[in-house]
């Protein structure tokens, strides 16, 4: 059954503390993303890879960091100097530009 | 950056009837897509229309682009509860940063 697991669906972090959210994928995609969607509002890039070994930042990158070290995996790290780190995660993946497939989303919340 | 723009912000109707959404955006595009997100769930991609296209049908969903006014409309035919969700339009810029820009969605309430 193709697609892309996050997990875990909702995780709380406290003050100081750094976090990290999963995404795995099994669809074959070189390209991985990493948005964030606060209440009513539309996905802001946080970060995204076209290629293992390599990844750009998006418009609001501070205060994460990722890693892609396999095709099928781009883990998200919510640093602690990301001030205002609650939000509705979410990674997706895909061939090209032309369609996302998206993960059903890490609801992060702080302490 | 917000890249594009929809309105309304939400639209309630009654089941059977047409919603209509709209999204304008502020710089050239190669494409519009639209995605839906249903509550606290990921995106699903539900058309793409192309720069050089004017119109585009997917079953019971019609898109359209006009690029001279930087906008593009969502229609949803026949409407059922089931297509209560946040609509969302994203593009590309046809400049060197490629990366795809989504709005800040229509909230669409289909009411039984």
């Known amino acids: 059954d193709g697609g892309i697991t996050q997990s875990p669906k909702y995780l709380f972090r406290k003050e100081g503390q750094n976090v990290t959210l999963s995404c795995e994928q099994n669809l074959n995609h070189d390209a991985m993303y990493w948005y964030r969607q606060d209440p009513g509002q539309g996905l802001r890039l946080i970060y995204y890879s076209q290629i293992v070994n390599d990844f750009q930042k998006g418009d609001i990158a501070e205060g994460y960091s990722v890693s892609r070290e396999k095709k099928e995996s781009f883990p998200l790290t919510v640093t602690s100097a990301q001030k205002n780190p609650t939000a509705f995660y979410l990674c997706?993946?895909?061939?090209?530009?032309?369609?996302?497939?998206f993960g059903s989303g890490t609801q992060l919340s702080v302490l | 950056s917000q890249q594009g723009e929809e309105d309304p912000q939400a639209l309630s109707i009654q089941e059977g009837e047409n919603a209509t959404m709209n999204c304008s955006y502020k710089?050239?595009?190669?494409?519009l897509q639209w995605y839906r997100q249903n509550s606290g769930r990921g995106l699903v991609h539900l058309i793409l229309?192309?720069?050089?296209?004017r119109e585009k049908h997917s079953g019971r969903l019609r898109v359209t682009l006009d690029t001279s006014k930087k906008s593009s409309s969502l229609l949803i035919t026949a409407s059922r509860a089931a297509d209560t969700a946040s609509y969302f339009c994203?593009?590309?810029?046809?400049?060197?940063?490629?990366?795809?820009?989504f709005g800040s969605g229509t909230q669409l309430t289909v009411l039984p």
């Open positions: 710089t050239s595009i190669n494409n």
């Open positions: 229309i192309r720069s050089n296209e």
């Open positions: 997706a993946s895909s061939a090209t530009w032309e369609k996302l497939f």
């Open positions: 994203a593009s590309i810029s046809s400049g060197s940063a490629r990366q795809l820009t």
